[in-house]
């Protein structure tokens, strides 16, 4: 919330960071202990320190204006995220009972975790059987690297 | 093999992590919508794509190992949504001087 809340968009960076850490201890409850690692290491690490750099750099950190919307926006926000809520609550508050149940006992990944490791149980479906997809992001990540250089460089 | 000897007594979190997720993506919509710093509303498009995430991994417990792969990519795909759109920030900024979408009107109409 306070990602959302909070005026400097520095306090803002390091409510996220909070959050993202947050989340990886959630994936480590939920037996993903790789994408827990992966979740600190690429997330909390390196997303969130170039965020940092693009604020620091546009010297930003210490400009408190009042960014917060008009009176429209706020309403049209608060209805809309109010009408997702509902949804949420509508889905969530009357069947959650008996999801864990109907899906299953869950020995799904259990049994994959206990015979290749935490890391071999997603590594060998992602070269196998997705190493197409695997190959496309690395594809778009240099893409997206040329990219951001051709933009960020000075118009010369 | 030491591991499977232990009694293992998993804690049954799929409903509160739902609730949570949901929360977030929620609290991430909100502020792509209310709020008018570009930076702030690039970082809310995070949260809620880490709100996913938690969903998928969340359902891949039960369903199967498909869900933690998918949210590799869409780790990686994030990675380089954020490097191409910090890249574009820094180039409005160098033209307009601003972070504050109201004064970015080139592309509205």
């Known amino acids: 919330m306070g990602v959302v809340a909070s005026p400097s968009p520095v306090a803002s960076l390091l409510f996220m960071v909070t959050t993202l850490a947050s989340t990886a201890g959630i994936f480590v409850l939920l037996e993903a202990h790789f994408l827990a690692a992966v979740q600190i290491m690429v997330y909390a690490g390196a997303i969130m320190v170039l965020f940092l750099f693009v604020i620091m750099l546009l010297n930003l950190g210490h400009e408190y204006q009042r960014d917060i919307r008009g009176k429209v926006a706020m309403i049209i926000g608060f209805a809309v995220t109010g009408f997702m809520g509902g949804l949420l609550v509508l889905q969530l508050g009357s069947g959650t009972a008996g999801l864990e149940t109907s899906l299953g006992p869950g020995d799904a990944i259990d049994a994959a975790l206990l015979e290749k490791g935490a890391v071999g149980a997603i590594a060998h479906p992602l070269f196998t059987d997705y190493v197409v997809p695997f190959e496309l992001t690395g594809i778009l990540l240099l893409v997206a690297i040329v990219g951001a250089l051709v933009l960020a460089k000075k118009a010369s | ?109």
Not at chain 2, 44 to 66: D, H, M, P
């Open chain 2, 1 to 109: 093999m030491a591991r499977s000897c232990l009694p293992r007594r998993r804690p049954d979190v799929l409903a509160e992590s739902l609730v949570v997720a949901g929360l977030i993506f929620v609290i991430g919509t909100l502020g792509v919508i209310v709020r008018r710093n570009v930076i702030i509303m690039f970082l809310c498009i995070e949260l809620q794509l880490n709100a996913v995430n938690l969903t998928f991994v969340a359902f891949s417990r039960y369903v199967g190992i498909e869900g933690q792969i998918f949210v590799f990519f869409v780790i990686a795909v994030a990675a380089a949504e954020a490097a191409v759109g910090l890249a574009i920030i820094i180039s409005i900024f160098r033209h307009y001087e601003t972070v504050n979408v109201n004064n970015f009107n080139l592309l509205k109409w």
